[in-house]
């Protein structure tokens, strides 16, 4: 039997130290380039908001595609359009590395005449591609935050990490779009993270559930991370709750429990899902609450071979690149307990959550 190695949620004190971290301060340099860019690192800054009148948009900058770990630099940036009826529209410009810049000082990522710049208050987001043009202002209205270090490393002497920041958990937005021969002005709410990592998310990670939700005047953050099989399929929470612009609290108290119900098998991943998302929590001040997701739907179901060159999918297939990813569309719900029972209640109608399945099925419940 192969050894299972470690894995661990950085929060000790030598991990602050390793990464030069403060406890419960985001500095600048965070949200900055983290990698070199090179063979073996990956690294993105995603954006995406929700307008008053039913328009989605997401803003991603990449250093390569985080398929593709082993690849020099090739950066490229995407824009994901979805207008209030439902028509959803892409466009993605590849660049050459000598057209792109990227600071380690702060997030500032120049890709020709795209870009992403902020400071940890504020986000001036550009677009320019082939079929459509966006600009978009992102002011937060809760302060950047982290899960401990933001930082979960894989091994027995941490050969390996994937990280995550998300440096506007939620902010006001408002965009100027131009798409299908159309000029529109958006307002609305946002979000901006940012990840990175030494080594494909293949070789560290089973699975994991991760979506984000405005519940009237609530704000979840919520992943559940299954490790893969090498690292004994440890689990990791990830959480944060909000209320107005105040963080009631997050899994620095490891009071999360994830009790998930309705599992299926989806008919074309062939992934087991579940169709209900239950964490319940207690915040450091002792109130207790549960957040509910229930799917009611589908927004996407694709498997990652599909982002290689066409001539080379029927190979992946074979060899067993089965990942997928899922995007549901439900309800998310927020009840605060007292003594077990809901005292307040409340719910959102728009919810999206993702599972991201990198290993074989089921393998983590054998």
């Given at each position: 039997m192969a050894k299972v190695l470690g894995s661990v949620h950085g929060e000790d004190d030598l991990r602050y130290e390793k990464l030069g971290l403060k406890r419960n301060e985001i500095q600048l340099w965070?949200?900055?380039?983290?990698?070199?860019?090179?063979?073996?690192?990956y690294e993105w800054w995603y954006s995406d908001f929700s307008f008053s009148d039913g328009t989605k948009l997401v803003i991603v900058f990449y250093t390569?595609?985080?398929?593709?770990?082993?690849s020099e630099m090739k950066p490229f940036v995407e824009m994901d359009l979805t207008t209030p009826d439902g028509k959803t529209y892409y466009d993605i410009v590849a660049h050459d590395p000598g057209d792109c810049s990227f600071s380690k000082e702060k997030c500032k990522v120049l890709m020709g005449d795209s870009s992403i710049e902020g400071d940890l208050t504020k986000y001036e987001i550009v677009f320019r591609g082939k079929k459509m043009n966006a600009r978009?202002?992102?002011?937060?209205?809760?302060?950047?935050?982290?899960?401990q270090t933001g930082t979960i490393f894989?091994?027995?002497n941490d050969e390996h990490y994937f990280s995550w920041l998300p440096a506007s958990p939620e902010g006001t937005a408002t965009a100027d779009i131009e798409f299908n021969g159309e000029e529109i002005h958006l307002?609305?709410?946002?979000?901006?993270?940012?990840?990175?990592?030494?080594?494909?998310?293949?070789?560290l990670m089973h699975h994991w559930y991760w979506g984000r939700a405005k519940i009237g005047d609530y704000k979840v953050i919520s992943s559940w991370i299954t490790a893969g099989a090498k690292y004994g399929f440890n689990e990791f929470d990830i959480f944060m709750l909000a209320k107005g612009s105040e963080i009631l609290g997050d899994n620095s108290n490891h009071t999360l429990r994830f009790l998930p119900e309705n599992e299926y098998m989806d008919e074309?991943?062939?992934?087991?899902?579940?169709?209900?998302?239950?964490?319940?929590?207690?915040?450091?001040?002792?109130?207790?609450?549960r957040i509910t997701f229930d799917r009611k739907g589908d927004i996407s179901r694709e498997f990652f071979y599909q982002s290689l060159p066409k001539g080379l999918q029927p190979f992946a297939k074979l060899a067993?690149?089965?990942g997928s990813y899922q995007r549901f569309s439900g309800t998310a719900m927020v009840e605060r307990l007292e003594e077990g029972s809901p005292v307040e209640t409340v719910m959102d109608n728009s919810a999206v959550w993702e599972l991201m399945y990198f290993g074989k099925a089921g393998a983590d419940k054998k």
């Open positions: 965070e949200d900055g380039m983290r990698t070199d860019g090179g063979k073996g690192s390569k595609n985080p398929v593709k770990v082993s978009v202002e992102l002011v937060n209205t809760i302060p950047a935050w982290r899960s894989f091994g027995d307002e609305g709410s946002g979000y901006h993270d940012h990840n990175w990592g030494d080594v494909s998310m293949f070789k074309n991943t062939g992934k087991p899902v579940y169709g209900k998302i239950v964490y319940e929590y207690e915040t450091p001040a002792g109130e207790q609450y067993g690149f089965l």
